[in-house]
């Protein structure tokens, strides 16, 4: 491991120096023997992502999950208490059930057992999750990710020194995984005073080349393509297909001293401005003193409204705020488009109406090109990178698509998705139907009717559905799915283009009519109790991207309706056998 103070030639870490919770290789032995006869606490994939950070530095000056009093300074000042400017809470919320003590050491350990740290506990204290949703993501809207992904935490944290024992264990890319400390060297090896970062979520096309190519040339520096390769916006490139069109890129297109590739397992928050601004400071860590900030940059997308959860240049002007503080200027992202008559792209404020323009937007990029296996032009993207997007992405009727059913007790949600999924193998998709009774009986046995209980029901089927539509398949989900906001940590398990949420909008008397069982009767005299509907709420889609009516239609003229919907949509082609 690179000694800090080997490292000269850059700006110092934020914080004055960086952060090593990591043991020495000779007390690793003996502490993993204490670490198995302690109690031990099972971390998240986030937490783990954070504890790796916090272990080599990139999050200094911060050295631990954060205490009550840093984590409450961040919510209201975006400081810590030292005064650091540092946006985001970094917490470590353990479950309601877990019982730890002050002063007691336990075993951190990674999803699979794995031991990772010893932390010896200082803090536990209570937080408040609409305060953290609205201080830090500017919104309790439970289509924002983070904001439905941590109203399933517990509602305390933890905080104490740590003692790193292991680093999560990675296999792939091995070679790029470089630590602060490391790629600091290495920068400094490049002989350039200015260090350039840049990360996007998205394969880098040409309009990203010459950006970066452009922001070398001007501030004579060195480019960190520094992809985030922890957990990103639910439905995004997976960081395997992103990494390897970087490595492309870097190796055929860039000189050889002007970029280095490294990659950063950084669980984001999909935080836009305060986001931003924390990827500065992170990235001052790694040795850059200059960040592209994108339109949006870290947005999450839209909310329930349809409308974004963030201003396009908020994130610009916020960093750009605190720049001289933290010691990272804002290289904007500035608006490129093509001049086929010249060769090359200019600046969008700098065309006249006489020039002629080529521009792809994203949506087209998908739906026009990857969706229907067309090849992207040369002018747009290089063709290694769009062979490797086309290995990666079929054409869009052969993408996976989760349709999800939700409505009353016998609002008709089972017999419409069974007509649906007959229909679908018709037109020759692969289908699962995972109806909420029939799943209860195989993988939601022990579990009740507790809102707790519902809302496990209710993941445990978006899980097996996301990993359908993953490979490919298409899932048909039948459930009540009573609550909301359970509905939208499923969508952002998919991917909001890959999910479609029907309500079957049946009015609660003609359910009860139809119901042969009499649940309903025995809920309204008290025999059931929690019951959706009568003594326990449905909340209704707001925004639902099918609603059908039962009432007026039939099952199956409702089935066909939503399979024309797909089939406008490009995940079913049109059956060209039919009369």
């Known amino acids: 491991m690179l000694a800090v103070k080997e490292i000269t030639r850059l700006i110092p870490p934020y914080g004055g120096s960086l952060v090593d919770l990591?043991?020495?290789?000779?007390?690793?032995?003996?502490?993993?023997?204490?670490?198995?006869?302690?109690?031990?606490?099972?971390?998240?994939?986030?937490?783990?992502?954070?504890?790796?950070?916090?272990?080599?530095?990139?999050?200094?000056?911060?050295?631990?999950?954060?205490?009550?009093?840093?984590?409450q300074s961040v919510l209201d000042n975006m400081r810590l208490t030292n005064g650091c400017v540092f946006p985001i809470p970094i917490p470590l919320p353990i479950d309601d059930d877990v019982t730890v003590t002050i002063g007691q050491d336990i075993a951190l350990r990674d999803p699979q057992n794995d031991l990772l740290a010893i932390m010896t506990?200082?803090?536990?204290?209570?937080?408040?999750?609409?305060?953290?949703?609205?201080?830090?993501?500017?919104?309790?809207?439970?289509?924002?990710?983070?904001?439905?992904?941590?109203?399933?935490?517990?509602?305390?944290?933890?905080?104490?020194?740590?003692?790193?024992?292991?680093?999560?264990?990675?296999?792939?890319?091995?070679?790029?995984?470089?630590?602060?400390?490391?790629?600091?060297?290495?920068?400094?090896?490049?002989?350039?005073?200015?260090?350039?970062?840049?990360?996007?979520?998205?394969?880098?096309?040409?309009?990203?080349?010459?950006?970066?190519?452009?922001?070398?040339?001007?501030?004579?520096?060195?480019?960190?393509?520094h992809p985030v390769v922890g957990m990103t916006r639910p439905g995004d490139v997976d960081y395997f297909t992103r990494v390897r069109t970087y490595m492309a890129l870097a190796k055929n297109y860039y000189d050889k001293d002007r970029v280095l590739l490294s990659l950063l397992p950084l669980a984001m928050r999909m935080a836009g401005p305060r986001e931003a601004l924390w990827h500065a400071i992170i990235r001052r860590n790694y040795g850059a003193n200059h960040l592209i900030v994108?339109?949006?940059?870290?947005?999450?997308?839209?909310?329930?409204?349809?409308?974004?959860?963030?201003?396009?240049?908020?994130?610009?002007?916020?960093?750009?705020?605190?720049?001289?503080?933290?010691?990272?200027?804002?290289?904007?992202?500035?608006?490129?488009?093509?001049?086929?008559?010249?060769?090359?792209?200019?600046?969008?404020?700098?065309?006249?109406?006489?020039?002629?323009?080529?521009?792809?937007?994203?949506?087209?990029?998908?739906?026009?090109?990857?969706?229907?296996?067309?090849?992207?032009?040369?002018?747009?993207?290089?063709?290694?990178?769009?062979?490797?997007?086309?290995?990666t992405y079929p054409p869009r009727h052969k993408q996976g698509v989760c349709i999800w059913f939700t409505g009353l007790h016998n609002a008709g949600k089972s017999t419409t998705a069974a007509i649906l999924t007959t229909l679908l193998q018709e037109h020759g998709r692969q289908v699962t139907l995972l109806d909420g009774d029939v799943v209860r009986t195989h993988f939601s046995e022990g579990l009740g009717y507790s809102k707790a209980d519902r809302d496990d029901h209710v993941r445990r089927m978006g899980f097996?559905?996301?990993?359908?539509?993953?490979?490919?398949?298409?899932?048909?989900?039948?459930?009540?799915?009573?609550?909301?906001?359970?509905?939208?940590?499923?969508r952002n398990m998919v991917d909001d283009g890959h999910y479609l949420e029907v309500f079957v909008d049946t009015p609660l008397e003609v359910c009860e009519a139809r119901d042969t069982k009499g649940l309903y009767a025995k809920a309204r005299k008290g025999e059931i109790t929690g019951f959706t509907g009568i003594d326990d709420p449905y909340e209704p889609p707001r925004h639902p991207e099918i609603r059908i009516n039962t009432v007026s239609y039939s099952a199956e003229e409702n089935a066909r309706y939503i399979l024309r919907c797909l089939t406008e949509q490009g995940f079913i082609r049109p059956n060209h056998f039919e009369n």
């Open 121 to 225: 506990v200082e803090e536990i204290y209570e937080w408040d999750r609409d305060e953290v949703a609205l201080k830090a993501f500017g919104s309790r809207d439970a289509r924002h990710p983070l904001v439905a992904e941590m109203y399933r935490w517990g509602r305390r944290n933890i905080s104490g020194p740590l003692r790193v024992l292991k680093l999560p264990v990675h296999y792939d890319f091995k070679n790029l995984r470089l630590t602060p400390a490391e790629t600091r060297a290495r920068l400094a090896q490049y002989g350039h005073q200015n260090v350039i970062a840049f990360q996007t979520r998205n394969p880098m096309h040409r309009v990203h080349e010459e950006l970066t190519k452009r922001a070398i040339q001007e501030k004579d520096g060195v480019l960190l393509l």
């Open 464 to 490: 097996v559905a996301a990993e359908i539509v993953r490979h490919g398949g298409l899932a048909v989900c039948a459930a009540v799915s009573p609550y909301r906001a359970t509905r939208n940590d499923v």
């Open 22 to 71: 990591r043991v020495a290789e000779d007390e690793v032995v003996e502490l993993t023997h204490y670490a198995n006869q302690l109690p031990s606490i099972r971390l998240t994939s986030r937490a783990v992502c954070d504890l790796e950070l916090l272990a080599v530095g990139a999050f200094s000056p911060l050295d631990r999950f954060m205490s009550a009093a840093d984590h």
């Open 294 to 391: 994108g339109r949006d940059h870290a947005g999450p997308g839209k909310d329930s409204e349809g409308k974004p959860f963030y201003g396009p240049y908020d994130a610009q002007e916020l960093v750009a705020s605190f720049s001289k503080e933290i010691g990272v200027k804002v290289v904007p992202f500035r608006m490129l488009v093509y001049l086929p008559d010249e060769g090359r792209y200019e600046e969008i404020s700098k065309i006249t109406p006489e020039m002629n323009t080529a521009v792809i937007s994203g949506t087209q990029v998908r739906e026009e090109y990857l969706h229907n296996g067309k090849s992207l032009p040369a002018w747009f993207t290089r063709r290694p990178v769009a062979e490797i997007l086309s290995e």
